[in-house]
């Protein structure tokens, strides 16, 4: 009976997805624009570097692993003729390689047009990063935390620029409490994706005014681990793949906060499918916005010339 139960309900998350998959129609082009994109070298995070690059973007695709990196930007190449695409070296799972990105970037770069934070761990990692942190909370939330602060002066001298950061609807059951503490898989994930909300909306009111626009998004039920080595591993995204969202699909709601020009002075905004989607009670909470902030700050070893003050 389980059986029949686990297929209506895989049934009823492919209906769901195709009724309400929203889609980037904007048709701006990207030239002369700088993009940077975590995690650019697979899935959400490849798919919204390849459709920027065939725009005529300058991508920058920021990835741990240096062959993949490569690859993927060589591959977006091919497909795009456009040669403005490369790979940086960026551990998020490193404050060390996080400053380093950014001191080689502002001194190859003279602006930043779009900061795409995506790159994420999907529950896998319970141990401790060289920084003293869990390793999924580095990775989702206080690396990219590092990285959007230290970049902020760049965005605000290139404005008008745009801050996206990928989240989950997961972040309802989430809670920024023992943010270093090895809970279970689920509840570290569920916590990093309400940092992240909450994170994109308290810089949102600390950047109001500059010309920087922040917002979230949830991309959808997606499946990216095509590429799993292992039979069941293939046997289970071969599954997913029949139902959930492919990560062109999932790529739509990035593409729309990053080209469209109904964004141009939307800030501090959730979008679900390419429109304004429902923001849990807690990621709403202001108060927990800036005790979330003076956490992150203190943990990620912020200087403070680095700071972003509260309006």
Not at 7 to 25: A, D, H, Q, V
Not at 174 to 182: A, E, K, Q, R, Y
Not at 286 to 301: F, H, N, R, T
Request: charge should be positive; hydrophobic fraction near 40%.
């Amino acid at each position: 009976m389980w059986l029949v139960w686990l297929i209506i309900g895989l049934i009823l998350i492919k209906t769901y997805n195709k009724i309400t998959n929203g889609k980037c129609y904007s048709d701006n082009v990207m030239s002369g624009k700088v993009v940077i994109v975590t995690g650019g070298n697979s899935g959400i995070g490849y798919q919204t570097a390849l459709e920027l690059a065939r725009r005529g973007a300058k991508v920058i695709l920021g990835c741990r692993d240096e062959e993949r990196g490569q690859k993927a930007a060589q591959s977006i190449i091919k497909k795009t003729n456009n040669r403005s695409v490369r790979y940086m070296h960026l551990d998020l799972s490193s404050f060390t390689s996080v400053r380093k990105f950014v001191e080689e970037f502002t001194k190859s770069e003279a602006k930043l047009d779009i900061l795409i934070n995506n790159a994420g761990a999907s529950g896998v990692h319970r141990d401790k990063t060289d920084d003293g942190l869990i390793r999924d909370m580095q990775v989702n939330h206080f690396g990219p935390f590092l990285l959007t602060l230290l970049l902020v002066p760049l965005l605000k001298k290139s404005a008008p620029s745009r801050i996206i950061i990928v989240t989950s609807t997961l972040h309802r059951f989430g809670s920024i409490s023992d943010l270093n503490s090895p809970h279970s898989y689920m509840r570290t994930y569920c916590d990093s994706k309400l940092c992240n909300i909450l994170f994109s909306n308290e810089l949102a009111r600390r950047l109001e005014d500059t010309g920087v626009v922040v917002n979230s998004l949830h991309p959808g039920h997606v499946n990216t681990s095509f590429y799993k080595a292992t039979i069941l591993e293939k046997l289970r995204t071969m599954v997913l793949y029949s139902f959930f969202k492919n990560p062109i699909e999932g790529s739509q709601t990035t593409l729309y906060l990053a080209i469209s020009d109904d964004m141009d002075q939307t800030t501090g905004g959730y979008f679900v499918d390419c429109k304004e989607g429902y923001m849990g009670m807690k990621a709403r909470n202001e108060d927990l916005a800036a005790k979330l902030w003076d956490i992150s700050e203190q943990l990620v070893g912020l200087r403070p010339e680095e700071r972003i003050n509260s309006l």
